[in-house]
């Protein structure tokens, strides 16, 4: 089962900023935070990833609150093509054992309008 | 490099027929998955290749399912005498095996099966 917990679906209005919750309360310490989102008809593009600091990239911010028990993926200035289903994801750094395994929740339908 | 590549994109089938589909990884990724989604639900893992060996397979992996990796390279997934069931998109993602998996996995575009 997933470990993540995340709204169905949201909106938001184009060039505004998109922020999108997770709740991962039963993160362990060696648990990373993922984040992916999957454009209608592709496979799912991974965004960013994080352990406690805050991450930011090309694409995306992530914040991570200080108990690691949420997260919230921020998109600055939301376009059109960032339509998509967002997945949040913990999963260990390693990817040995079983870890390689990702689990997918439903994730959250991102919606954005014109 | 022009990523994970899936084929064929899409495949209609009819019921009890065999299908059978290729994935090519990245060149240098050593580690090959395949996942399986049904419409509304994320991704569920099925199966997953270091190199040519095919190390776990998921319960949802019945033995109609069979997965291949000859010479570490290319992957095919055959789904024999297929079922209205087995319609779904069938993902395919590649990844460099430890230590550097920071950036997670490359997913293909997919195989979207009908089996009518």
């Known amino acids: 089962d997933a470990k993540t917990t995340q709204p169905p679906s949201m909106d938001c209005a184009e060039g505004r900023a998109a922020n999108l919750p997770c709740n991962h309360s039963t993160i362990s310490g060696n648990e990373y935070v993922y984040w992916y989102r999957q454009i209608h008809s592709q496979g799912p593009q991974y965004i960013i990833h994080?352990?406690?600091n805050n991450e930011t990239n090309e694409m995306a911010s992530l914040i991570i609150t200080e108990d690691r028990k949420s997260s919230t993926l921020i998109l600055p200035h939301a376009t059109l093509r960032d339509t998509a289903v967002y997945y949040c994801?913990?999963?260990?750094?390693?990817?040995?054992?079983?870890?390689?395994?990702?689990?997918f929740g439903k994730g959250t339908l991102l919606t954005v309008n014109p | 490099d022009t990523g994970v590549s899936q084929d064929p994109r899409h495949k209609i089938t009819k019921r009890g027929q065999n299908v059978t589909f290729r994935c090519d990884p990245i060149?240098?990724?050593?580690?090959l998955y395949w996942y399986r989604q049904t419409l509304g639900q994320g991704p569920e893992f099925l199966t997953y290749?270091?190199?040519?060996?095919?190390?776990?397979k998921s319960r949802l992996l019945s033995d109609r399912f069979s997965a291949e990796r000859p010479k570490g390279s290319f992957s095919t997934l055959e789904i024999q005498r297929t079922e209205q069931g087995d319609s779904a998109m069938y993902l395919c993602?590649?990844?460099?095996?430890?230590?550097?998996?920071?950036?997670?996995?490359?997913f293909g575009s997919g195989t979207r099966l009908t089996v009518v």
């Open positions: 994080g352990l406690k």
């Open positions: 060149s240098e990724h050593n580690r």
């Open positions: 994801i913990v999963r260990a750094r390693s990817l040995e054992g079983s870890n390689y395994k990702l689990t």
């Open positions: 993602a590649s990844s460099p095996s430890y230590p550097h998996p920071n950036r997670g996995y490359t």
């Open positions: 290749f270091q190199n040519e060996a095919q190390l776990e």
